[in-house]
């Protein structure tokens, strides 16, 4: 965990502060996901007590448990997060300098990532199947 860091949109309309940043980057490679950011959606943990945000955010709920965001100036991706209060933020590495400095520990959905490219390293890769069955919330999708 990092103690506070401080990242923002590509246009710096938000900005977001963190105190208590993972240091673990989940990539996916579901249907969602992918169509959300035209190919692979990586994300970092964030408490939701410790992340204050401001700017204009706008929020589609992408399914019956959860949320996507983006800046409302610039159309930058900031997070998913599941439905709820006190649900923790999944925000964009990218928002954060050096991606706040986490690596990349799991990719979900591997088993669907496209043909025409592959994420190299040491990491846990996660079928469709097995993080439906870690996640009886989420349905799989084709």
Same mark, same amino acid.
């Given at each position: 965990?990092?103690?506070?860091?401080?990242?923002?949109?590509?246009?710096?309309?938000?900005?977001?502060?963190?105190?208590?940043?993972?240091?673990?980057?989940?990539?996916?490679?579901?249907?969602?996901?992918?169509?959300?950011?035209?190919?692979?959606?990586?994300?970092?943990?964030?408490?939701?007590g410790?992340?204050?945000?401001?700017?204009?955010?706008?929020?589609?709920?992408?399914?019956?448990?959860?949320?996507?965001?983006?800046?409302?100036?610039?159309?930058?991706?900031?997070?998913?997060?599941?439905?709820g209060?006190?649900?923790?933020?999944?925000?964009? +590495?990218?928002?954060?300098?050096? @991606? $706040?400095?986490? &690596?990349? #520990?799991?990719?979900?959905y591997?088993? =669907?990532? +496209?043909?025409?490219?592959?994420? @190299? $390293?040491?990491? &846990?890769? #996660?079928?469709?199947?097995?993080?439906? =069955?870690?996640?009886?919330?989420?349905?799989?999708?084709?």
């Amino acid at each position: 965990m990092t103690d506070t860091i401080e990242g923002r949109c590509l246009c710096g309309a938000v900005r977001i502060t963190v105190r208590g940043l993972s240091q673990e980057i989940s990539a996916c490679h579901c249907e969602m996901c992918m169509r959300w950011g035209g190919g692979i959606q990586f994300g970092v943990d964030a408490p939701a007590g410790g992340t204050e945000v401001s700017g204009p955010v706008e929020v589609y709920r992408s399914s019956a448990i959860a949320e996507r965001a983006w800046c409302g100036e610039c159309g930058s991706a900031l997070w998913l997060r599941d439905i709820g209060d006190g649900a923790p933020y999944e925000l964009v +590495p990218g928002l954060f300098p050096n @991606a $706040g400095g986490a &690596r990349l #520990v799991r990719e979900v959905y591997a088993d =669907r990532a +496209p043909e025409g490219y592959a994420l @190299a $390293g040491d990491h &846990r890769r #996660v079928s469709a199947a097995d993080y439906a =069955r870690e996640n009886p919330v989420v349905e799989e999708t084709e």
